[in-house]
């Protein structure tokens, strides 16, 4: 094991990957080295290289949702062993000691060490995660698009979790991008109506293979209102404004908006129509060990992946640029085979 690791960096906001070795030092007793083979590109990568959320500390090498196989263990890791194939996800480590962590719910810690922010990420080499955080595979799962499940899976899962979804639920999914085809598959296994919003009704026949009952086109106010008081969980997986008062309007009594997406503009939200309606909005981040652990079982039992576009690594700022463009259908993985 060597403690210089190769990867691609951004070394400032908006900036194209160049390649980029760095110095990890010696490897932490309860931490793994993982050698890549391949990881995602997720719309939460672009932000950080951009510093679109004002977290970012360059050099950053993105890379969060990480498929790959331990090449060295500290001599506290448990459980873990070399050679075994693992998935690291947001985050690399949390304090383990909070309540946070000791309930289970380790992604809330207020030590949470995200991936790419103040650590170097999986567009690289190797990349190192404590043991916990590092989440085996099940064999099941096609290793080549099974990253995308370590942030856009889990995001969408969780909350099904969470919030106690029931496979008599109807559920409506607005986006039908990265997270909301994502979404779709997992609401649909897990028994509930699924309904999904989506701006561009080109994809309604792929929306529905991926688990839609029904599809309406979400800039048609006279569609949205037709199915007023119908829902019971509407997750919203866009990082756009969009007519918050109209979509709560979709929810029943008791219904309940839950954003995933990382919409940066404040949302006006009608107290009226909470109150009257006794509904409620709520979000969530990405999920701990247990439930990412928890995730990729259900996925697997379920048959449930990306799907994904595959780039090589060192074509890196093409895949950037393809995603920049939203041209990706639905998630990217980049290959770390071949040339760096």
């Not at 679109?52 to 090498?61: A, M, N």
């Not at 969780?158 to 496979?167: E, V």
């Not at 449930?304 to 780039?311: L, S, T, Y």
Request: charged share 15%; with cysteine; glycine share 10%.
């Amino acid at each position: 094991m060597t403690n210089h690791i190769s990867g691609w960096a951004a070394l400032g906001a908006k900036q194209k990957l160049e390649p980029f070795t760095y110095d990890a030092g010696p490897l932490g007793l309860e931490e793994v080295e993982v050698a890549v083979e391949f990881c995602g590109l997720c719309h939460s990568d672009l932000s950080i290289i951009n510093n679109d959320w004002g977290l970012s500390k360059y050099p950053v090498i993105p890379g969060h949702e990480v498929v790959g196989r331990i090449v060295a263990v500290g001599d506290h890791v448990k459980e873990l062993k070399i050679g075994q194939r693992v998935g690291i996800g947001w985050n690399v480590n949390s304090c383990m000691h909070c309540h946070e962590c000791l309930t289970g719910h380790h992604n809330l810690c207020l030590q949470a060490a995200p991936t790419i922010i103040g650590h170097y990420g999986g567009f690289a080499e190797r990349v190192r995660s404590h043991w916990l955080w590092a989440i085996p595979l099940p064999s099941a799962l096609e290793m080549s698009s099974a990253g995308p499940l370590l942030c856009g899976g889990i995001t969408v899962f969780a909350p099904l979790l969470i919030h106690g979804i029931k496979p008599t639920d109807r559920v409506g999914i607005v986006g039908i991008g990265g997270l909301g085809h994502l979404a779709l598959q997992f609401a649909r296994a897990w028994g509930c109506e699924v309904t999904a919003f989506t701006s561009n009704l080109s994809k309604a026949e792929e929306t529905r293979a991926f688990g839609a009952h029904h599809v309406v086109a979400s800039r048609n106010n006279a569609e949205i209102r037709k199915v007023a008081n119908s829902l019971d969980f509407l997750m919203v997986t866009v990082n756009v404004p969009l007519d918050w008062t109209l979509l709560l309007k979709t929810l029943k009594p008791n219904g309940r908006m839950h954003v995933v997406g990382a919409v940066l503009e404040p949302m006006p939200i009608p107290a009226f129509e909470l109150i009257m309606g006794q509904k409620s909005v709520s979000g969530s981040p990405t999920g701990g060990p247990a439930m990412l652990a928890t995730m990729l079982d259900f996925a697997a039992r379920h048959h449930i992946a990306p799907q994904v576009e595959h780039f090589p690594l060192n074509k890196v700022n093409d895949a950037i640029g393809h995603l920049a463009a939203g041209k990706a259908r639905y998630r990217i993985v980049l290959d770390h085979a071949g040339p760096f």
